[in-house]
């Protein structure tokens, strides 16, 4: 079973408009929680990263927030653009006996359209 | 700024043959790491290194060979590939085992 869920695995929004994507996480120990956007054709490229001391972290129109005591996370995205189109994807990763091996989800595909 | 580059970006195999997929980082990171990424699925870890001459499995290694002589190249072997390697492969590298990871634009392999 796959300990990084996301939710939904895809969306559609129309340009100018928030959305707001979801991921539930089982890995412990936990070191931290990445969100990576990837283009199509792409490799994926990180937006934020954080630690189980941080509850919100943004970058741009991008906002993430974690709550690690429910294990969760979830990637805002405010007045979206066209080139916000993309695979976004939530990584994990564990404590630091594990630090190689990061937990991805699947990604939530979301195209915005005009 | 170059960052991870890999070579090529497509190719088609047929069963049985061989290939190396080539990446290298001018970031000077010592953590590479070489991943696959299937159809509606999470990337999966193949092989990592932590610097030059240290290489360890990863996730999915059965199939895949690599070697890291230098800290900047981490090449991918595929012996006598099959069709269950047909996927997408990106190779990463990070500063620190434990932070942020830079992706190749990925290679998309197919084999028939």
């Known amino acids: 079973k796959n300990q990084v869920e996301q939710s939904p695995q895809s969306l559609i929004i129309l340009e100018g408009k928030n959305c707001t994507l979801q991921?539930?996480?089982?890995?412990?120990?936990?070191?931290?929680l990445r969100w990576y956007k990837q283009d199509t054709g792409r490799g994926p490229v990180s937006l934020t990263i954080?630690?189980?001391?941080?509850n919100t972290k943004s970058n741009g129109r991008y906002t993430a927030t974690l709550d690690a005591d429910t294990k969760q996370s979830s990637l805002h995205i405010t007045a979206s653009q066209l080139s916000d189109s993309a695979s976004y994807i939530c990584?994990?990763?564990?404590?630091?006996?594990?630090?190689?091996?990061?937990?991805f989800g699947a990604g939530t595909q979301v195209v915005v359209t005009p | 700024n170059a960052g991870v580059t890999q070579t090529p970006k497509f190719r088609i195999l047929k069963i049985g043959q061989s290939m190396t997929l080539q990446c290298t980082q001018d970031?000077?990171?010592?953590?590479m790491y070489w991943y696959r990424q299937d159809p509606g699925m999470g990337l999966k870890l193949i092989y990592y290194?932590?610097?030059?001459?240290?290489?360890d499995k990863g996730e999915v290694p059965n199939g895949y060979n690599v070697s890291r002589s230098t800290t900047e190249d981490f090449p991918l072997r595929l012996e006598l590939a099959a069709p269950s390697q047909t996927s997408v492969y990106f190779c990463?590298?990070?500063?620190?085992?434990?932070?942020?990871?830079?992706f190749g634009q990925g290679t998309r392999l197919t084999v028939v």
């Open positions: 990584v994990v990763s564990g404590g630091l006996d594990s630090w190689g091996k990061l937990q």
């Open positions: 290194s932590v610097g030059a001459g240290i290489t």
């Open positions: 991921c539930n996480y089982t890995v412990s120990p936990f070191s931290n």
């Open positions: 970031m000077n990171h010592n953590y």
């Open positions: 990463a590298s990070s500063p620190l085992g434990n932070t942020e990871a830079f």
């Open positions: 954080m630690t189980f001391s941080e």
